[in-house]
């Protein structure tokens, strides 16, 4: 069999909400270091909504046409020359943020915060289509008995599993605010990961109902019952020990902080649109609170331990993976993703 050499894929065209074209296009020449992948899903992730709305960050960011998605899994089908330890028929997903491999950051086993760090979404690569060649750099391999639905949210996955890990949850409350994808993927990471108590908040009924079902084990609204208070009651009295912000809201991380136990942790994984004023006196130093961010996954510890915790049952994320169009209904899948009503929404391709 030979391989294809064009794709359907799509494509941003056009600097309006929308503006996006599904089209048969020649795939890009494989150089030495790249490789051929068969996808088979893809998942919409929220950079990708936002280059669908195309909103301030995107008109910023990129430049069009850009072929479009990042999240995928898919199956080798052909390497170039230079590429080593992948084969036609593995399995991979693929990892967002491409390290050069020998700046500082890269030799001190950072490769995440790379200096010459590389996203994905940027290179007019794309992985809403059929086939795409991407450097090897960019891919990860799965075990083959993984299926191509969970090789397509490792991406996101890792940002909750890594978030766990580093409040280290166990034995301890966690609250994590914000359910969209990010968020409920840490509930289950938390869950697996051994926390005493998984305490959730997001002002959406339909994401709130996600949040109970992924395994927390209480859910606020903030609206109905301020955080703060609601949070204090849904861990027994005994307080919050390390809480995540999936949210990215101002608000939410202030009032995250503020429900913190003395030495607890705020780990901040959700990303502002604009700066957010901090009580670093009566929140953080009187209290001796520590306060992370984290920045996509650890170089591939966090693509280790996701793999392990997926194969071994623990971490469910079942029903965060809520629909699955064919690439045909696109308008469709990104409208419901907008609409908030909606766990991780993807591609199956045929
Ligand atoms: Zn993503
Ligand atoms: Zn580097």
């Known amino acids: 069999m030979t391989n294809p050499t064009s794709t359907r894929i799509l494509v941003k065209e056009r600097t309006e909400h929308g503006g996006v074209a599904l089209h048969e296009r020649p795939l890009r020449p494989m150089g030495p270091q790249d490789v051929l992948v068969r996808v088979h899903r893809a998942a919409i992730c929220g950079t990708d909504l936002h280059v669908y709305e195309w909103n301030?960050?995107?008109?910023?960011?990129?430049?069009?046409?850009?072929?479009?998605g990042h999240e995928l899994g898919?199956?080798?089908?052909?390497?170039?020359?230079?590429?080593?330890?992948?084969?036609?028929?593995?399995?991979?997903?693929?990892?967002?943020?491409?390290?050069?491999?020998?700046?500082?950051?890269?030799?001190?086993?950072?490769?995440?915060?790379?200096?010459?760090?590389?996203?994905?979404?940027?290179?007019?690569?794309?992985?809403?289509?059929?086939?795409?060649?991407?450097?090897?750099?960019?891919?990860?391999?799965?075990?083959?008995?993984?299926?191509?639905?969970?090789?397509?949210?490792?991406?996101?996955?890792?940002?909750?599993?890594?978030?766990?890990?580093?409040?280290?949850?166990?034995?301890?409350?966690?609250?994590?605010?914000?359910?969209?994808?990010?968020?409920?993927?840490?509930?289950?990471?938390?869950?697996?990961?051994?926390?005493?108590?998984?305490?959730?908040?997001?002002?959406?009924?339909?994401?709130?109902?996600?949040?109970?079902?992924?395994?927390?084990?209480?859910?606020?609204?903030?609206?109905?019952?301020?955080?703060?208070?609601?949070?204090?009651?849904?861990?027994?009295?005994?307080?919050?020990?390390?809480?995540?912000?999936?949210?990215?809201n101002g608000r939410a991380i202030q009032d995250a902080l503020s429900c913190l136990v003395p030495g607890g942790a705020l780990i901040l994984a959700g990303m502002p649109s604009a700066p957010v004023a901090l009580d670093l006196a009566k929140d953080v130093i009187v209290r001796e609170a520590q306060i992370r961010g984290i920045f996509g996954r650890l170089i591939d510890e966090t693509w280790l331990a996701t793999e392990s915790l997926l194969r071994s049952g623990r971490l469910k994320v079942e029903p965060v993976l809520t629909h699955s169009f064919p690439l045909e209904r696109f308008e469709e899948a990104f409208e419901l993703a907008e609409s908030g009503a909606a766990g991780k929404v993807m591609f199956e391709m045929a």
Request: hydrophobic share 45%; with cysteine; charged share 20%.
């Open 74 to 248: 898919g199956e080798v089908v052909a390497t170039g020359e230079l590429v080593t330890g992948l084969e036609p028929g593995m399995r991979v997903s693929a990892e967002t943020h491409i390290a050069c491999g020998h700046c500082r950051q890269c030799r001190a086993n950072r490769r995440h915060t790379c200096l010459n760090l590389k996203l994905f979404s940027k290179q007019g690569l794309g992985c809403f289509s059929d086939h795409t060649v991407v450097p090897a750099s960019a891919l990860r391999r799965v075990p083959d008995d993984l299926p191509f639905r969970d090789a397509s949210i490792m991406e996101p996955l890792g940002v909750g599993v890594r978030a766990a890990m580093e409040a280290d949850l166990r034995g301890r409350n966690a609250l994590v605010v914000g359910c969209g994808p990010i968020g409920l993927f840490t509930i289950a990471a938390a869950r697996a990961l051994g926390a005493a108590r998984v305490i959730a908040a997001d002002l959406h009924a339909y994401r709130r109902d996600l949040a109970a079902r992924m395994g927390a084990d209480a859910v606020i609204d903030p609206v109905a019952t301020p955080l703060v208070q609601a949070a204090a009651e849904a861990s027994g009295g005994e307080g919050i020990d390390a809480a995540i912000d999936a949210s990215g």
């Open 56 to 68: 301030d960050w995107a008109a910023r960011n990129y430049r069009l046409p850009i072929p479009m």
